[in-house]
């Protein structure tokens, strides 16, 4: 089965280009955002930009925590907020993203996980967005594809995101006339650090830190990436001992934002059936 596995991974692993020149192009962009702020600097901008971080962000721990685990239940308000941010985020749509995420838990740290540290720092931060790799398989998401929401997220997850996640800061940025600085800043420099925040999950996540839950995976608790990741990875360790609880951050005062979010929500009925473990 391992010499299987080679003969796969050999067949699929080569450049994914469509990726390679969209990462490029928005790491640019982004770059070109940090020039533009030196000598252009908007404080409205800057707070849109910190506003859209945010907001993608929980539309990612939506696909993450809601979408993945169903470690709690949301009314479909939040449901469309989760694909509509989380598309702007560009990972990919909801249902393609669950299926990757389970396998990394299913198949943590070999062959099997699509960005599995076990190859390598580089592998699990971005090198597996740049490859082609295994074609798709959604068998293990078949909950979702029920989802009439889901279903047309998946189908229009391209047009959804560019139009939430570039077209909507550009038409605010017009309003104190700085269209160029919400592109640039909004949505090129903001859609670079969420990526980097959302890989350093996959890969400082699993490097750096504690594993007082699990020792026979990589997966580790860390501070410090769980303030770069907004939260996700500073309870790592634990989340894949317990992936069904909606907290990363077991604490009431661990970092946390999602996990205050989704309970603050609780108390005005848009979540409910909110899983811990003790």
């Known amino acids: ?11 699929y692993d080569k450049p994914n280009w469509m990726n390679i020149v969209f ?4 790491h640019l962009l982004g770059v070109c955002g940090v020039v533009y702020a030196t ?32 470690a709690y ?23 393609k993203w669950a ?18 540290v076990n190859r390598g720092f580089w592998n699990s931060h971005i090198g597996w967005v740049l ?18 929401l889901v279903a047309f997220q998946h189908r229009w997850y391209v047009p959804i995101g560019l139009v939430v996640g570039v077209v909507l800061p ?8 700085d269209l160029v600085g919400a592109f640039l800043i909004v949505s090129a420099l903001g859609l670079t650090l969420q990526y980097h925040a959302t890989f350093s999950v996959n890969s400082f996540a699993h490097l750096i830190g504690t594993r007082p839950y699990l020792q026979n995976i990589s997966a580790r608790n860390s501070w410090l ?3 770069i990741t907004f939260g996700e990875g500073g309870g790592h360790n634990r989340h894949h001992r317990y992936p069904g609880d909606y907290r990363t951050g077991i604490r009431w005062w661990s970092f946390d934002p999602p996990k205050w979010f989704v309970w603050n929500l609780s108390k005005i009925g848009l979540t409910w059936d909110l899983r811990v473990v003790s």
């Open 23 to 26: 990462l490029s192009l928005v």
């Open 99 to 116: 299926s990757d995420h389970r396998n990394h838990h299913g198949f943590t740290d070999t062959d099997q996980d699509p960005y599995g």
């Open 131 to 148: 490859r082609v790799g295994r074609p798709i398989d959604f068998s293990n998401v078949r909950d979702l594809e029920r989802d009439a």
């Open 73 to 95: 239940e949301c009314s479909r308000v939040v449901q469309i907020f989760y694909l509509l941010f989380g598309a702007a985020s560009f990972q990919n749509s909801v249902m």
């Open 39 to 70: 000598f252009h600097f908007s404080w409205p901008t800057i707070i849109l930009a910190v506003i859209f971080f945010c907001l993608r962000a929980l539309g990612v721990t939506g696909y993450h925590r809601y979408y993945t685990h169903r």
């Open 170 to 177: 550009v038409l605010l940025g017009f309003l104190w006339g």
């Open 225 to 227: 990436v769980s303030v």
């Open 1 to 11: 089965m391992k010499n299987e596995t080679a003969v796969v991974d050999e067949k």
